[in-house]
């Protein structure tokens, strides 16, 4: 027959061993070892219980309630080491992946568009507003297109300023954006509205405002009953709106083999003596609109073609064409 007093001692020295052994334990591994060896089915309280049949049934009662008192301030001593133990470890984690919110950032420079480009979508998005579509063509061109279909037969003096960048016999870089109009009228019929933004190529020699690369916008416009006012008008409402009314412009009488009559237009900008020239114009010369099909007696046109960079220059005050081929960034950030 067992006693309360022994199980009491038994108690005692279990509860002390209990208070020293929890604080050591330093993961929940342990933790969990730790409540098998003292609480699991055959683990040490376990054992005791066990004996409770041995008890003289006076005290029996007695020593079950002491025994599940031990059970209970093991179990919850352990819950308690248990949730230390992971705030510990959430601590930890929290202290190292720490972010310094006052710490400078780590600097991105971030792009933009050339100002060319954005000229050029400025342009663009005018005429597309008074209804023109944007077309495009080939950079490398054969003569037929730069040439011949724009009435400047082998030979014409014209040809000496764009005759350039040949690739081989038949094919050069295109000199200007003009090609575009023989291609977009052969493929369609009037009425035409188009515009052709894209890069050209010549053998001029560079100075402040040539350029042997550089971008035209063609502009195309065919239909029934179209004149020279007509052109003058829509190349003053398209000036205005890009440079605003201060801005003066100035039409003069040209030569181009595929217009007659000719013009070029040139433009002076708020606070500049000079007059810059951005682009030849002129009514199509009915021997172009013969060569692609039409039918010269119903439809005429008109068209130009116009310098990017040098549109560029007047509005924003560059002076030397040559800047924009610089790829300086203390330049380029600037617009
Ligand atoms: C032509 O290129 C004609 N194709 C324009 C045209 C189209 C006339 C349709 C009639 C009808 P021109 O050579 O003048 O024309 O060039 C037109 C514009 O392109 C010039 O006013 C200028 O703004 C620009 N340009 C020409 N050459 C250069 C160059 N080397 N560097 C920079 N811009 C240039």
Request: some cysteine; aromatic content about 10%.
């Amino acid at each position: 027959m067992r006693g309360l007093g022994e199980l009491k001692e038994k108690i005692v020295s279990l509860e002390a061993d209990l208070g020293l052994r929890v604080e050591e334990l330093d993961n929940e591994k342990a933790v969990e070892a730790f409540r098998i060896e003292y609480l699991g089915r055959k683990g040490r309280v376990s054992q005791l219980f066990k004996t409770l049949p041995e008890f003289d049934v006076n005290e029996r009662a007695q020593a079950g309630k002491l025994l599940n008192e031990l059970k209970e301030k093991a179990s919850s001593a352990l819950n308690i080491r248990k949730g230390e133990l992971s705030a510990a470890s959430i601590k930890r984690r929290v202290e190292r992946d720490r972010v310094d919110l006052t710490l400078p950032g780590i600097y991105h420079r971030v792009g933009h568009l050339h100002l060319l480009t954005r000229v050029q979508q400025e342009i663009e998005s005018i005429f597309l507003r008074m209804g023109f579509s944007v077309a495009s063509g080939p950079e490398i061109e054969d003569e037929y297109y730069n040439f011949e279909a724009l009435n400047i037969p082998k030979d014409h003096p014209a040809r000496d300023e764009w005759d350039t960048f040949y690739i081989d016999d038949t094919y050069l870089l295109r000199p200007h954006t003009s090609p575009v109009q023989i291609r977009v009228m052969k493929d369609s019929d009037p009425p035409v509205r188009i515009i052709c933004p894209g890069r050209c190529y010549r053998r001029d020699n560079q100075d402040a405002t040539h350029s042997p690369v550089f971008h035209q916008v063609e502009l195309l416009w065919v239909e029934k009953g179209l004149s020279l006012a007509n052109l003058k008008y829509m190349i003053e409402l398209f000036v205005y709106e890009f440079f605003g009314e201060e801005c003066e412009m100035r039409l003069s009488g040209d030569f181009f083999p595929f217009t007659e009559p000719s013009v070029q237009v040139h433009i002076r900008v708020p606070g500049s003596s000079e007059w810059l020239e951005i682009m030849g114009a002129g009514m199509v010369d009915p021997i172009v609109l013969a060569e692609v099909g039409y039918d010269e007696e119903q439809v005429n046109g008109f068209a130009f073609g116009l310098g990017i960079e040098r549109m560029a220059m007047l509005r924003y005050g560059i002076e030397d064409i040559r800047t924009f081929l610089g790829n300086d960034l203390r330049f380029i950030t600037q617009f």
